[in-house]
């Protein structure tokens, strides 16, 4: 199987831009997903397929990709964003892994 | 209204086996595969595998196989995890979601806390 990296925590200030790296081998050829988890609630995917964001979810959000690393992008950090947040992709076998998670701190 | 709801929380006590159900409402069931999601207490999200909700096809990850089983009976739109041979590192938050790493719909399940004693 294969392994996603993320920091285990980033922290910014309101109003500023968040920044949260998954890297992993995987990520040259299969697609990710990015999901936030706010304490005590189910996960909440915010972005699909390294940019594409589902209906609902702020324009604030964005995802890019960039050889074997894909970035999640919080521009305009609200107090409502801090959560955690989770990448994931599949392998070519269709097992399908997480990142660690990256605590986002909201100073 | 898509609704994905899953049976009570569970106090087992290790050795002994688990079902887990996830009821669905509000869409054609077998449009999107089930995905079985857990988390156990203070740790990340863990893939236990999927089921394609249309022809029952399944597929686990590497370190539950042979202890984990999930079904599906179109007729109730209820899919179902078993895990057996629990032990205490099964405690955790399990969920259902559909079409996780496909993309949307995304709808989760509220979890069902599963708790393995000695």
Redesign the interface.
């Known amino acids: 199987s294969f392994e996603l990296t993320q920091p285990p925590s980033v922290s910014v200030s309101p109003g500023e831009t968040a920044r949260i790296t998954c890297s992993g081998d995987a990520l040259a050829k299969q697609y990710a997903f990015w999901y936030l988890q706010r304490p005590g609630q189910a996960p909440v995917m915010v972005i699909y397929k390294d940019t594409e964001r589902p209906s609902g979810i702020p324009e604030r959000f964005s995802g890019s990709s960039s050889g074997t690393t894909v970035t999640l992008t919080i521009s305009g950090v609200q107090a409502e964003d801090e959560a955690d947040y989770y990448c994931q992709s599949t392998d070519a076998s269709g097992t399908l892994v997480f990142g660690g998670g990256t605590k986002l701190t909201v100073l | 209204q898509v609704q994905l709801v899953q049976s009570g929380a569970e106090v087992k006590k290790a050795g002994a086996s688990l079902k887990v159900s996830c009821k669905a409402s509000g869409y054609t069931f077998s449009n999107y595969g089930i995905?079985w999601?857990r988390q156990a207490p203070g740790q990340?999200?863990?893939?236990m595998g999927?089921i394609n909700t249309h022809n029952g096809n399944t597929?686990y990850?590497?370190k539950l196989q042979g202890r984990v089983t999930m079904t599906t009976d179109t007729t109730t739109s209820t899919a179902y995890m078993e895990l057996r041979g629990l032990i205490s590192d099964d405690t955790a938050m399990y969920?259902c979601?559909t079409n996780?790493?496909v993309?949307?719909?995304?709808y989760?399940?509220?979890?069902t806390l599963v708790t393995v004693s000695s």
């Open positions: 995905t999601v990340g999200l863990e893939w999927w597929k990850v590497q969920y979601v996780l790493g993309g949307p719909p995304n989760w399940g509220q979890g």
